[in-house]
């Protein structure tokens, strides 16, 4: 599974939702078989393996979590995919397509423009960035105390100004689409999944972590239920794309 937000379009099926989201992505990205994408981000590998399956394009994904990299690995072994630990910042190299699913909210206010630069950098003159990231109504540089210390230790949710600011000496905005309501739904399947394995689980993890998850799940989907929080897909070209861009829905 993924561990973003799904897309409930025509569906109530959290796979199915998750399938839809992939598959949203690459359409954005207008994705081909000459592809060489680079996945800044690539978590589990979940869509370096996708989109190397279903569109038969070269994924790069970079990560920093070992546990990460060699998951990844495997999950992808034999297909057109790269795995690298690499901190963003020291990228290197040249790609058609960039994805970022999920991870901007870990880099921090003060690196927006700094991460929105490395892929201006290693954007090709004709390609598509797509950037997939919850957002916030406002421009915050703190992170709720709760979140900070039990679930996303440095994480920031940035807001519309901070990344327009961030990209605009580098990218011309193609597309912005909030699918934030989605989220919710898929908080919840995650919470429905939760409790009904619970029986698995409780003996190594206990009633205190079950309190604890559930909050999570359940507070983070009162919080895009309430519109406060958003989730943003967003689509940049380093010039404004060739022949203009069709939005994807």
């Not at 992170?143 to 327009?164: C, E, G, R, V």
């Not at 011309?172 to 989220?183: A, F, P, S």
Request: aromatic share 14%; net charge positive.
């Amino acid at each position: 599974n993924q561990y973003t937000c799904g897309y409930f379009k025509n569906t109530k099926d959290l796979d199915k939702a998750q399938f839809n989201k992939l598959d949203l992505i690459c359409r954005k990205l207008q994705l081909n078989s000459t592809d060489r994408v680079l996945d800044i981000g690539c978590g589990w590998g979940g869509f370096a393996k996708f989109a190397s399956e279903h569109y038969g394009c070269h994924v790069t994904g970079v990560s920093i979590s070992d546990e990460q990299i060699n998951y990844a690995k495997t999950f992808t072994k034999g297909l057109p995919v790269n795995i690298l630990k690499c901190d963003y910042r020291m990228l290197e190299g040249s790609y058609d397509k960039v994805l970022i699913c999920g991870m901007i909210e870990h880099v921090g206010y003060k690196n927006y423009g700094t991460i929105m630069k490395k892929v201006h950098e290693c954007l090709d003159k004709g390609g598509l960035y797509l950037l997939h990231t919850i957002g916030s109504n406002t421009s915050n540089k703190a992170t709720d105390p709760w979140i900070a210390k039990y679930i996303f230790p440095n994480s920031m949710t940035p807001s519309m100004a901070q990344l327009t600011v961030a990209a605009e000496p580098y990218f011309v905005l193609e597309d912005w689409q909030n699918i934030g309501l989605h989220y919710v739904k898929t908080l919840r399947a995650w919470f429905a999944n939760f409790e009904d394995n619970w029986d698995g689980l409780k003996e190594k993890y206990g009633h205190r972590f079950f309190r604890m998850w559930k909050y999570y799940l359940l507070g983070s989907a009162g919080f895009f239920a309430s519109r406060k929080g958003q989730l943003w897909q967003m689509v940049f070209s380093p010039g404004g794309h060739p022949g203009g861009y069709d939005p994807v829905r």
